[in-house]
């Protein structure tokens, strides 16, 4: 279809090119001769029938020039539109028919692309619509044609088996129509574009396929027309591939795959498999031929080769590869072959062209090298008994080397002559050489017994070899007490008994057996314990060996011991000895002991732990005031002690005695004025051992009477209660100094003369509070006590200020309130009757001579909180002391600086309320101090000792 001239063109075979339709000077009209007239509109595509006629679309004509050359209208007229299904196809109107194709039947199928349909007429000259609905789109896959949906489809082919191929253009498909009626797509996922070669088509892009057609051998053949150009092939398989388009040469004469074409429309193949396409933007029709394979001549060589050996093969048609199948042999490029496995091999000889390969087999068998396999059969015949050898290569001869002694017939059977050894051989060989196999027979007598030798009686556990003077027998026992090997008569004893053994000498001459008896004894084991009861430092350590065997003797012996007094010893029989552990844990101490009983001797030993006895770590005299209660500790060195004591009467001493376990807390009441002695007597057990000891303690007598203490706390306070006042309404007489003292309470601080003082009680529990008097002659001061009980409710701690001429304290949680002062010199407290509120005014408040505070009370605890606290300070002292924390409120960091008239060194102490201790460090007084404390946010106190005395101070860690 020459679309531009307006002509139906045909080349013949022998490629002379003519015009048969259009051309003519006449106006067309249906059943002129075709080439007198001109075509209604430029030709599109074209096919051909069976009886060669020749069926074109042009514009909105289908026409037929029939093999006489006459045109005639097959459907549609001069007007585009869609009509006449069911009736005859030359009254049928279609729009822009385009590709077109015939079957074997007569039939006629159109597509009908501006209809969206593909339409058929048949031999009868009726119109139908076959696939598509009208509606342009994509539907219907795997339903009937008739009710699926098209897109510009442009070309249509029938193929052998009657199903019709459409090229569905707009959407990139190429679908398929059965006879059946179903439609389904075999190309194309509806995404335009080049992809999938190698892939299922079903699975490959499309772009815009303009033209479809089918091969003799069933591929299927698609121009893909947008932009770059292809042509591609889907074969039987279903597999699609690109056969031209994928180069960049537009010339004639290359393969097609190096091609470059431009836009091609219509396609087809002739029954030689030559594809033809119309390059349209190229204004040419192009063929792509089929390619010949090359024409190879046979292989010629040796078609043998041996094992490990090599012959060459060759071929008159050069440039071919070589190359072995199976792997039995191998081949290098020169054609040179190698046996490798014996057996048959093809060697194939390869040679390529463009259009493909052509290869020529050669067989050739890989003879092995003569290997005479191994002999096998009997070994050792008697004189005039005969064997037959056997040796798994076959087609070998047999030799012996001394006929005298032995003769080997053809078969492989051996006859015994004479006693001694012959050497058989077997040798095969072919043309790839020779190989001999030996055998070694040895012609026997009949076999003797012999005679036994070795010893006849061992110990269980031993061994010892028994021999025999005929070699070659085998030994054997079924008794328990021994096993016995029964090559080389290795006996080894098990346990007591009476063994019996044979020897037997086996021959094909025939048995001989030899039997005799091995006795076994035991090794002696003690029967006694060998982990006997540990025994105490010093006490007898009495030990008898005992053995089952009548008779045992038993010697034993002892090495030094870290850790037991007693030097290295020996003895026999039985063992006594008192062993001394100079440690404070038990001590393992090992006796080995050598039993002997008929020849046979062991060794055991006898593990005996000694155990420490318990013993007072410290028993010196010490020395206690009349009227004071002490703590007395006993410990020992040795773990797990426990420690019973007496206290026996001493005239003077009260109690009288007394006696308790563990800790002594007593106080003692010396009612003489002499120091007397009393002596408490220590029973120490542990591990079952027991010893004794004596602490003598020296209780001295008060010196003068004891002071009272007046002013005091209540008997019973919450923990953290602070500053509480303690003091006694007498002060001290010229020769005699008081001390304020306590257990589990703090004294923070002490007035002037030390008759009074403030109390802080931080630690749960009881508490004694001691007011001494001492004198200068007297070591123990005359005292009085209060005991305190301390819950554990926990205090709160008010904060007081001053401002605007008013005492305030801070908080509304408190129950009660009650404001006074200390003296500042004396620490004597007053209270300010009517006070009681939460605010105290005071126009004129003496910071200097007074420590103001005030008492709250809350569910059952009170609290003394102080708006400037007392520092603990003793007046009778020379020094002048003060505390500087700042910054107070601090948050990790903040400094501490003691102010004083004196130089010294002091000890820095920080705890929290519940009394533990955060920091403990020297530092000197008239130094600032910089701390770094990552504390939780609260109250805390700061305290410095020195040799004149002690200051306190308290600061806050802010959130």
Request: glycine share 10%.
């Amino acid at each position: 279809a020459d679309f531009l001239h307006n002509r139906v063109r045909k080349v013949s075979s022998s490629g002379v090119i003519t015009t048969v339709a259009g051309g003519g000077s006449s106006s067309y009209y249906s059943g002129a001769n075709a080439t007198s007239v001109s075509l209604p509109s430029s030709p599109h595509y074209i096919d051909v029938d069976t009886a060669n006629n020749i069926y074109f679309t042009a514009g909105f004509f289908v026409l037929k020039v029939t093999a006489g050359g006459i045109i005639t209208t097959v459907a549609g007229d001069f007007s585009a539109g869609f009509s006449g299904d069911g009736g005859p196809a030359s009254t049928a109107r279609l729009y822009n028919p385009t590709g077109i194709a015939t079957d074997r039947s007569g039939n006629i199928y159109i597509c009908d692309l501006g209809n969206n349909r593909v339409r058929k007429v048949s031999a009868a000259g009726i119109i139908t619509t076959i696939a598509g609905n009208g509606t342009a789109g994509y539907s219907g896959d795997g339903g009937a044609a008739t009710a699926a949906k098209l897109s510009s489809p442009n070309d249509v082919v029938v193929d052998n088996s009657g199903n019709l191929l459409i090229a569905d253009m707009g959407n990139s498909r190429i679908r398929k129509v059965t006879p059946s009626g179903n439609i389904f797509t075999i190309a194309g996922t509806g995404t335009a574009g080049h992809s999938g070669d190698g892939g299922p088509a079903t699975a490959a892009r499309l772009s815009t396929p303009m033209s479809v057609a089918t091969g003799t051998h069933g591929n299927i053949y698609i121009t893909d027309a947008d932009g770059i150009s292809y042509i591609r092939q889907i074969d039987t398989t279903g597999v699609i591939s690109t056969i031209c388009g994928n180069g960049s040469d537009p010339a004639d004469g290359i393969l097609a795959d190096s091609a470059v074409i431009s836009l091609p429309y219509g396609i087809d193949a002739d029954t030689l498999g030559n594809i033809f396409f119309a390059e349209y933007a190229g204004f040419r029709i192009r063929k792509i031929t089929l390619c010949t394979s090359p024409v190879v001549a046979p292989v010629t060589g040796a078609p043998t080769v041996c094992l490990g050996s090599s012959v060459t093969l060759a071929s008159s048609t050069g440039g071919g590869l070589w190359s072995a199948v199976n792997g039995k042999t191998t081949v290098n490029t020169t054609g040179m072959v190698t046996g490798n496995i014996t057996g048959r091999d093809t060697i194939l000889y390869t040679v390529t062209n463009s259009c493909g390969s052509t290869i020529k087999p050669f067989y050739i068998t890989v003879l092995p090298v003569p290997a005479a396999g191994a002999t096998t059969g009997s070994s050792s015949l008697c004189i005039g008994v005969t064997a037959i050898l056997v040796n798994s290569s076959s087609g070998g001869t047999w030799s012996s080397s001394n006929t005298a002694i032995a003769t080997v017939a053809d078969n492989g059977q051996i006859t015994g002559l004479a006693s001694g050894i012959v050497t058989i051989t077997y040798t095969i060989a072919n043309a790839c050489g020779a190989d001999t196999a030996f055998f070694t027979a040895t012609v026997s007598t009949a076999p003797s017994t012999g005679i036994f030798t070795g010893t006849h009686h061992i110990c269980t556990g031993a061994t010892t070899i028994l021999t025999h003077s005929t070699a070659g027998g085998i030994w054997k026992t079924t008794s328990p007490y021994i096993t016995l090997d029964t090559t080389t008569g290795l006996v080894t004893a098990l346990s007591a008994g009476l063994a019996v053994v044979t020897y037997t000498v086996t021959t094909g001459c025939g048995v001989a057996v030899a039997f005799d008896s091995i006795s076994v004894t035991a090794f002696p084991t003690l029967s006694s314990s060998l982990t006997p009861p540990p025994v105490c430092s010093g006490s007898a350590f009495n030990y008898t060996p005992a053995s089952a065997g009548v008779g045992t003797t038993f010697n034993w012996a002892r090495a030094s011991v870290a850790g037991v007094g007693n030097t290295a010893d020996t003895g026999s029989s039985n063992i006594n000895e008192a062993l001394v552990n100079t440690t404070f844990v038990p001590v393992m101490v090992t006796y080995n002991i050598r039993l002997a009983y008929m020849s046979c001797a062991s060794t055991e030993a006898v593990n005996v732990f000694i155990k420490p006895l318990p013993s007072l770590k410290n028993n010196a005299s010490t020395a206690e005031c009349s009227g004071r209660g002490f703590t007395l500790l006993p410990e020992s060195n040795v773990a797990g002690t426990n420690f019973y004591w007496t206290r026996a009467m001493v005239n003077g001493i009260s109690p009288d005695s007394a006696n308790g376990y563990g800790t002594i807390n007593e106080t003692l009441i010396n009612a003489t004025a002499l120091p007397l002695p009393v002596r408490y007597h220590f029973v120490l057990s542990a591990g079952g051992c027991t010893d004794t000891a004596n602490i003598v303690i020296i209780v001295d007598h008060q010196s003068g009477a004891a002071p009272k203490i007046t002013t005091r706390s209540p008997s019973w306070l919450c923990a953290q209660t602070m500053f509480q006042n303690f003091g006694t309404t007498a002060a001290a007489d010229t020769n005699v100094k008081y001390e304020w003292s306590a257990d589990n309470a703090e004294i923070f601080s002490t007035g002037k003369g030390h008759q009074y003082c403030l109390v802080n009680f931080t630690h749960v529990g009881t508490a004694t509070i001691y007011l001494s008097a001492y004198t200068s002659s007297a070591h123990c001061p005359a005292a009085d006590t209060f005991v305190v009980e301390v819950g554990s409710a926990a205090n709160q701690y008010p904060v007081v200020t001053y401002f605007n001429k008013e005492f305030v304290c801070h908080t509304n949680t408190q129950t009660d309130y009650q404001w006074g002062y200390d003296d500042a010199v004396t620490l004597d407290s007053t209270i300010l009757q009517y006070q009681t509120n939460e605010n105290y005014s005071n126009d004129n408040p003496d910071f200097n001579g007074r420590y103001y505070w005030v008492i709250t009370s809350r569910e059952w605890c009170f609290q003394k909180t102080y708006f400037k606290q007392p520092l603990t300070v003793t007046e009778s002292r020379a020094a002048t002391i003060s505390l500087d924390i700042f910054p107070n409120p601090a948050k990790d960091f903040f400094n501490i600086k003691m102010n004083t008239t004196v130089s010294e060194t002091g000890t820095l102490t920080i705890t929290n309320l519940l009394g533990e201790n955060i920091l403990q460090q020297a530092l000197n007084t008239n130094e600032q101090v910089a701390i770094h404390l990552p504390l939780p946010h609260g109250l805390y106190f700061v305290s410095v000792s020195t040799a004149n005395g002690r200051v306190t101070g308290k600061f806050t860690i802010a959130e």
